[in-house]
């Protein structure tokens, strides 16, 4: 597909932690504007995100409105997230947004974890601006991505709730972007030889900043390109994640490898992946109706918490604790020694 009007507008999709910021950096790099200000770099992505703020904000509020994480594993997610893009404010916003960045420049590139969820969004604003969007998917080994999710996100989410959402994450956004201008590139392609990739999404996404490199900024990526980022060369053996969810996103991350070869792109690739996401959904069901009691309970403390309202209950002090603490012979011992009525002992003691 040519590009009539010279704008191109790329979104970086997929699953967080598997090489989209070096993507993204390589696109900046290359001539793309990313929208400004960024997030800031941080020990985790000591080189940058390649985000814009506005963006992460935008959308993390419109996740945290439908109660869904980045890294969601529920396969029940993607309806209310794609509710939360229907209503002509959040159009209206978002379409103001970026009909301003297309104005700042011809060719853009937008990368945030989030993006995934609003994909209905972002194509139908980018059609009301008379763009077509291409889609760029980052592919890394799972085992690896999970291990760089924990350094970077902490250890709140468990690993075998981490590999559900890179299946979820990475099935969907295969199945949503099917039909498209998109790109599948793998992270260790990416670091050995971005020239080459450069050259491949140009070619595929008709980007012509990316067909011909100019000299001096392909000297920049050069610098900016870090192959020792390769840090967590890791397999499942190293993380602990039921054999079933494992088998699982080994088998997809083969099915997905196809993806970014010449030419495997294509229906039979498709067919597997459906499969792949019918018996992930399934196997979803089955964990939660195996858990079905631990989701009542959850659901009745919150209930509780919630008719309680403002009448929480102070928290206890640092002495209460300690003096909890105490077996009971030392307990009567100290009612005698400070001489307090039982009833104040009590109280104090928790008993």
Request: some cysteine.
């Amino acid at each position: 597909m040519s590009r009539q009007d010279g704008r191109a507008l790329v979104l970086v999709v997929g699953v967080g932690r598997s090489g989209t910021s070096l993507l993204a950096g390589i696109l900046g790099q290359l001539g793309f504007h990313i929208p400004r200000p960024e997030v800031k770099a941080n020990s985790t992505n000591p080189r940058g995100f390649g985000e814009p703020r506005w963006v992460v904000d935008f959308q993390a509020g419109l996740l945290r409105a439908q109660k869904i994480t980045v890294n969601d594993s529920r396969p029940g997610a993607w309806e209310p997230a794609a509710r939360a893009g229907e209503p002509a404010a959040v159009r209206d916003t978002l379409r103001d947004w970026l009909a301003g960045q297309l104005d700042e420049a011809d060719a853009v590139v937008v990368k945030d974890p989030r993006t995934v969820w609003f994909l209905p969004l972002w194509m139908r604003c980018a059609a009301d601006l008379g763009v077509s969007p291409s889609f760029v998917t980052m592919l890394r080994h799972p085992a690896e991505t999970l291990t760089s999710a924990r350094t970077s996100y902490g250890t709140w989410q468990s690993e075998a709730s981490r590999a559900a959402a890179w299946l979820n994450v990475t099935l969907e956004t295969e199945r949503a972007t099917r039909g498209t201008q998109r790109a599948f590139v793998r992270y260790d392609d990416l670091l050995t030889d971005w020239r080459g990739q450069a050259t491949r999404l140009g070619d595929l996404l008709d980007l012509p900043l990316l067909r011909a490199v100019d000299p001096a900024r392909a000297a920049r990526v050069d610098e900016f390109v870090d192959p020792t980022l390769h840090r967590n060369r890791v397999r499942w053996d190293d993380l602990d994640v039921p054999e079933r969810v494992r088998e699982l996103a080994e088998d997809v991350w083969r099915q997905v490898q196809p993806l970014a070869e010449p030419g495997g792109d294509a229906p039979a690739a498709h067919a597997g992946l459906d499969g792949a996401r019918t018996a992930f959904k399934q196997l979803y069901q089955e964990a939660e109706d195996i858990a079905q009691s631990s989701v009542t309970a959850a659901r009745r403390r919150g209930r509780r918490g919630a008719a309680g309202g403002g009448s929480k209950r102070a928290p206890i002090s640092l002495r209460v604790r300690v003096a909890r603490r105490l077996p009971l012979r030392l307990r009567h011992g100290l009612r005698r020694a400070l001489g307090e009525p039982r009833a104040r002992v009590r109280a104090l003691l928790g008993r």
